[in-house]
Each structure stands twice: as C-alpha cells, then as structure tokens.
C-alpha cells in the first residue's frame, strides 16, 4: 500500500507537507520589502471600475540579482493591488496569454456564480490553442481567451486576495505567481482612525524553493498520482519565505502605528507569527474587522487565510530591528521579515475601542446541519470519501439562510468555503479560539479535530464549491461543489 510522503502531524505544526529543498538560499533581512503596485482602472464610469489583466510570463528579480522566471497577472507577482470600494462594481478583464489555461478566484468575494473562478471555467492561453468555435466547459460556459469577472461589491470592507483556481493544477499555477491582493473600503472603516497609506501595509507571505539557475522548483510528479517512490504528496513546503515577493525581506518604520494586513499566499504551510519587540492587535480576520480589537501575543495563519493587525512600534528606539518570526517554522523558515526602527513620528492614529457592529450568529439560525469529512483515502484526498467531480454536486442550501457545517479531518486542512462567508461556533470540546474570531471564510482546522461553523449563504445563487485551501489537497480532489438555490 503507498504511504504518505513526509506526513507528521504536530497539532501545532508548519500543515501538512514535505520540505522541497532549494538549492538557493538568499541572505535573509537584505531585499527591500516590495509593495505591489496598485491596479488603475481603463475606465471609470458612475458605479463601476475596469480593468485590464494580462497574464503573461515573464522575469522578476525576487532575489537580488537573480533572475526568475514567473507566471503573473501583468507579468509581476505579487500581481496588482485591486482597490476597491462598497457599493461600486469593479469589472476585470483577464487576458490570458500564458502557455496554459488558467482561471482567476476572488478568495473571500460575494462573487456571482460565472465570475467566481470555477475551476472548469477555463480562460484558454492565447495563441496556443485557440478554442474551437462553440467549445463549452463541464459546466456548459463558453471558453475564451480573454474572460470578464463582475465583482458587485456589496460586501464589508476587508483584506481579500486574488489567484489561480485552474482544475488540478492551482497548486504549480500559483507556486508560479498567479496571486496578488484585492482590498475593499467602506464608509465604516474610512471614519476609523487606523493607520492608513504608507503605514497601511499589505504583507503576502508564501514559501518558495529555488533551483540553483534561480527558476522556481516545484515536483515534476503528476500530483494525483503516487510518484516513482510509490509516495503521494502531501503538501509543498518552500524553504525561502517571500514577502510580497522579496525573500525574507527589511523595511524601514517610523516608531509609531502600522497596520499589517497579514495574507498567508502559501500552498500548503501554517505560520504562527510575533513581533520580536512592539506589540500586536488583531482588528480584522479573512472577512473583515472585527468587532473589538484583540490583542494578541502572536497569530496562526493557515493557507487563504488573512490576519489584519495594528503593529505598534511606538516608542522604540532608532536602530531597533523587529523581526517577525514565524514559531512554526525551523531554521530559516522560522524567520519571516525584519523592520527597521528609523525614530519617533508624528502619528494621531488610535486604536477604536469599538471596530464595527458585528451580527453574532446563533446556532438556532442554523436551517440545516451538514457534515463535511476531511480525509486522505483511495489515493486521494477526498471530502466524505468522494473525490472532487465538476459535474458533480454535494447539496444544495438555500440564498438567504444559515447553515450549520461540521467539519472534520484526519490532518491538517484549512477548509475554504466560497461566496458563503461563517462563524466559528466551536473547534474540538471547547469554543472557538481568539483567532476564530470575526467573519471568516477560510478556517484551520487540525488533525482529528472537528470545528463547527455557521454559513450564512446570502449573496448569490449558482453553483459553488468548498475546499482544502492546501493547494496540494485541492489538487488531488479535495474540493466539493454545493449549489445555492
Ligand atoms: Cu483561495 Cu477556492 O480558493
Ligand atoms: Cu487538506
């Protein structure tokens, strides 16, 4: 029988992969930390935005000095930082000019069904192979070479992210730079007087591994199936962490206020991440702000999820350098980035004792109750023993309610559910974690641990899908769709 390649499961573990060693390891604290540019509109009408995405190939120098060949939206990863505000549409339209087929997810958007990035709604690569006149996918959409995704913003402000979502091959896509950020406002978190602008810092951290000609190293093995080894994988651990790109990367801080928002971009490994001096608050989680602040010693960031903090510097001295450390990892990967304190600043920012008015959601809402197994059987990884199938739906809950879903594991999974966003209600015998907390959409849950959740399925109608958010997991078939009738 094939076992599992590289499989512990520390409860309080890096996830559930193996290490893929580079043979590149750049000096940690040098590069600049990048930020990525801000995507500009081709047209502005009254309520909407557009844009213009082309994904291409190309070369970004993500270690100094060296060249790397990347797949990226307007050729840069991470791609373009999408702004976007409540209550206006933003339209993107995605060329896709790479040598493969490729489909783009909002992760944590109230998406409509036909731009949500399904996995078999394929953009096909542009002067490759051009689609047949009349060619329709699974799901009977029409394939092209360029697609329009509709993003009616009607949701709260909140630190969202954009990737690759390409059947049974999201984990090499991405691995390949197909991911960036997507950040939405609202009124109520502009009257707030968080730290804003340059102290408003998107930090998209992802593990990496490096061939010695600078490529990015990813396993040649066909990952539903068991390699040479008989092995099937489990997940793929970098030995480089990136930050928006740049490895183990510094920047420069005044002694004052930053608000952090913390993206885990990574295919398969969890952080656990602290400051080594100033202290840290939580005000958001994947769906928005949270109610109140939270102050947090450190905080757990499982693949697709996002933590946004206020980092306060204040009061360090000139020259102090904060490393962000990452107790989940070994060696190199223990560290994430440096900041460097420059000295006081004028800074009339402050912490709301109150963030926004948050619904809790109380069990009794809940008008159904599923359950959703979590487990690597038949050479898959599967979800209630059934391997993902495109054609294929799991239930079908209804616009407009609450769900109650449990889910269960036999190891690392953090469990993604699209256009439904939920409440952690439990997670094992006790209630939810101070990293539970706010709406979320991605949740970590850990080897044989179950963790319920509340869903609340307004927004749209179609067919979705829920999924590991180790992209490794995804691959081999651990994804489910359910549709909102
Ligand atoms: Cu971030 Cu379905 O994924
Ligand atoms: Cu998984």
């Known amino acids: 029988a094939a076992t599992l390649a590289g499989c512990t499961r520390p409860v309080d573990g890096p996830g559930t992969g193996e290490l893929l060693a580079g043979e590149l390891r750049p000096e940690r604290f040098q590069a600049k930390l990048p930020i990525p540019p801000v995507a500009r509109p081709v047209k502005v009408t009254a309520d909407t935005d557009h844009y213009l995405v ?49 489909s783009t997810h909002l992760h944590g958007g109230v998406t409509p069904a036909e731009s949500d990035g399904f996995p078999t709604d394929l953009i096909l690569p542009a002067g490759y192979s051009p689609a047949p006149p009349g060619h329709h996918s699974a799901t009977g959409r029409h394939h092209d070479t360029t697609r329009d995704y509709t993003y009616p913003i009607t949701q709260r402000a909140a630190t969202l992210w954009y990737h690759d979502h390409r059947m049974d091959f999201t984990g090499p896509q991405v691995w390949r730079g197909l991911a960036g950020l997507f950040l939405i406002t609202d009124e109520i978190e502009s009257a707030l007087p968080l730290p804003r602008d340059d102290r408003d810092l998107p930090l998209m951290i992802c593990d990496r591994s ?83 602040p939270l102050p947090r010693e450190d905080v757990l960031l499982a693949p697709g999820e996002r933590v946004d903090v206020i980092a306060d510097f204040t009061g ?29 600043a ?69 469990v993604h559910v699209h256009m439904g966003h939920f409440q952690v209600l439990s997670r094992g ?27 609340d399925f307004t927004g749209h109608r179609g067919r979705y899908m829920l999924h590991c958010h180790n992209l490794e997991h995804e691959d081999m078939a651990m994804m489910a769709n359910f549709d909102i009738v």
């Open 54 to 102: 082309t994904q291409r190939v190309a070369q970004a120098e993500l270690i100094p000095g060296i060249k790397t060949e990347i797949w990226g939206y307007d050729g840069v990863f991470p791609g373009p930082t999408f702004r976007a505000r409540k209550g206006r549409w933003t339209v993107v339209t995605v060329r896709n000019e790479l040598p493969v087929p490729t």
């Open 429 to 455: 015998a006790g209630g939810p974690e101070p990293g539970d907390a706010g709406w979320k959409d991605t949740v970590d849950v850990r080897p044989y641990e179950t963790v319920q959740v509340l869903v």
């Open 210 to 292: 490096f061939a010695a000609d600078g490529s990015l190293k990813y396993p040649q093995r066909d990952m539903t199936h068991p390699g040479a080894d008989g092995m099937f994988h489990a997940g793929i651990f970098g030995d480089v962490i990136l930050v928006n790109g740049a490895p183990w990367p510094r920047t420069e801080a005044a002694a004052v206020r930053y608000r952090l928002r913390l993206v885990n971009g990574s295919n398969a490994r969890r952080y656990r991440l602290s400051l080594s001096a100033g202290t840290i608050t939580q005000i958001g989680s994947d769906a928005g702000l949270l109610a109140a």
């Open 316 to 344: 360090l001295p000139a020259g102090t350098e904060v490393t962000m450390a990452n107790t989940l990892g070994e060696g190199p990967t223990a560290d994430v980035m440096r900041f460097v304190i420059t000295g006081p």
């Open 346 to 414: 004028p800074d009339d920012t402050r912490i709301p004792v109150t963030l926004t008015t948050l619904e809790t959601l109380d069990r009794t809402r809940a008008v159904a109750e599923r359950r959703f197994d979590f487990r690597f059987g038949g050479g898959r990884w599967t979800i209630n023993d059934q391997p993902y199938d495109p054609a294929a739906t799991m239930c079908s809950v209804r616009e407009g309610t609450v769900e109650l879903w449990r889910f269960t594991s036999d190891f690392h999974h953090p």
